[in-house]
């Protein structure tokens, strides 16, 4: 019989206590990895929606940090509101001046390309409108290019797909400028499908609601982004919405728009000194000028532009960082503790155990190997109680994948493990041997005589 075997069976004679030893090693393996996991699914959430389809985030000078959180993730209140001809400046001549005839302004505004639009390089500038709300989720205000040229995924190269509807318009026969999309969250949690309408609140969830409605046409398919928290409005009908309009001074030039009544009659969109963008985000066709672009901006007055990936980085490593040195002091202190109880355990068991050490020793086993017992059975309770850990936490997230990736969208499944995870059962391990050594030591002291006798 092998010094295994019988460390197994000295395991299963005193059941009891080995068991409750073990359960409560995996209890303690099980909380640090269900923590590490948590952590390592936060992380890859927070990483992950920062690669997105543009490289770029313009909006007013303030903090760059913020300018992403609510740009990219729709989190925290914009800074404030850039005028729209700043957006203008992405476009070249022909652009801008098709930009006033459609809603009228300056016509000096279309007589020159864009300060940035040499950047471009045949890339994309989308803007944001942001300030309402849908019960708790952002209202965007958006155009119809945010659903064509943005991607999203792993790769960043997949296109939105539709679990209903299509995607918005700037203006349609049946609905006007008054259309809307909503990510699947929003659409799951508030119960709408295309086809409904819904109201939004002005700044605040629990604001005055706008009299005016939006038909969704569409439900967007789940991304794992922050776009499935969000519903997206049609821009031009954003605009439209009471309280929505910038006020003019009385001295600005401006040239009627054409044609507006042949679209809708009922409602003439805004001339371009009443529009505001929060932010916009843009994507230059070839990313060798997004550094030159990103200086250019940032030595202007008026607005600043950010790279989300950067930004996101530096937030990893200012917030999450120290939290990381802390689950990690958590973990090593919990690992501690579980081998101080199978220390205990296997301590307190000795006096019982002389008598058999003893008959173990008369019958011609040496100190070592009585050792050698003693550790095995330490080295079993680590592992058994370890594995059982591991599984009992990667069950519980196994349990909550569904909702764990409706909040966060990052799909996890039963062998996803974190970085730092896969450490914690030879840390046990290697604690657990050394919590044997003291029972060890009292079983390599056992005097023969004195116990055979006993």
Not at 231 to 251: S, T
Not at 420 to 444: K, T
Request: hydrophobic content about 45%; overall charge negative.
């Amino acid at each position: 019989m092998s010094l295994i075997q019988i460390a197994w069976r000295n395991f299963c004679h005193r059941s009891l206590s080995s068991v409750l030893t073990t359960l409560s090693l995996a209890l303690g393996v099980g909380l640090v990895v269900l923590v590490l996991s948590i952590f390592g699914i936060i992380s890859e959430a927070f990483t992950r929606n920062a690669s997105v389809g543009y490289n770029l985030v313009v909006g007013p000078k303030g903090s760059a940090l913020q300018l992403t959180l609510n740009s990219v993730y729709y989190l925290s209140q914009p800074i404030e509101n850039l005028p729209f001809t700043e957006y203008m400046e992405f476009f070249g001549k022909a652009e801008r001046a098709e930009m006033v005839r459609r809603y009228g302004g300056d016509p000096a505004l279309g007589e020159r390309d864009g300060i940035y639009a040499g950047y471009m390089a045949g890339g994309y500038a989308i803007p944001l409108a942001l300030g309402d709300y849908y019960g708790e989720f952002r209202v965007v205000g958006t155009i119809p290019d945010f659903f064509e040229k943005l991607r999203h995924g792993p790769d960043v190269d997949e296109p939105f797909s539709f679990a209903e509807g299509r995607a918005l318009q700037e203006h349609s026969a049946e609905n006007g400028y008054f259309e809307a999309v909503l990510g699947s969250r929003v659409a799951s949690e508030m119960g709408k499908h295309a086809g409904d309408e819904f109201f939004p609140t002005h700044g605040d969830p629990e604001g005055e609601g706008h009299g005016q409605g939006f038909k969704i046409v569409g439900i967007l398919e789940p991304t794992g982004t922050p776009n499935d928290r969000a519903a997206f409005v049609n821009l031009e009908g954003f605009y439209l919405l009471d309280n929505h309009a910038k006020p003019l001074k009385g001295d600005e030039i401006i040239e009627e728009p054409v044609d507006w009544q042949q679209r809708d009659p009922e409602h003439k969109p805004l001339v371009i000194p009443q529009r505001e963008v929060t932010s916009i985000l843009i994507r230059n066709g070839n990313l060798m000028f997004a550094p030159g672009m990103q200086n250019a901006i940032n030595e202007g007055l008026q607005s600043q532009a950010a790279a989300p990936v950067g930004e996101i980085a530096k937030l990893m490593t200012a917030i999450v960082g120290p939290l990381l040195k802390a689950l990690l002091a958590i973990t090593l202190i919990t690992s501690v503790v579980a081998a101080v109880g199978v220390l205990v355990a296997i301590y307190n068991s000795m006096n019982d155990r002389r008598r058999d050490i003893a008959v173990m020793r008369a019958l011609g086993a040496r100190r070592e190997t009585v050792t050698v017992i003693i550790l095995a059975e330490s080295l079993i309770i680590a592992l058994v109680g370890g594995t059982l850990g591991w599984f009992l936490a990667h069950f519980a997230i196994w349990s909550s994948s569904g909702y764990i990736e409706a909040q966060t969208g990052v799909r996890v499944g039963f062998f996803t493990t974190s970085t730092y995870e896969i450490a914690v059962l030879p840390l046990v391990i290697v604690l657990a041997l050394f919590a044997g050594f003291l029972p060890a030591w009292s079983a390599y002291r056992t005097d023969v005589g004195s116990n055979l006798s006993a």
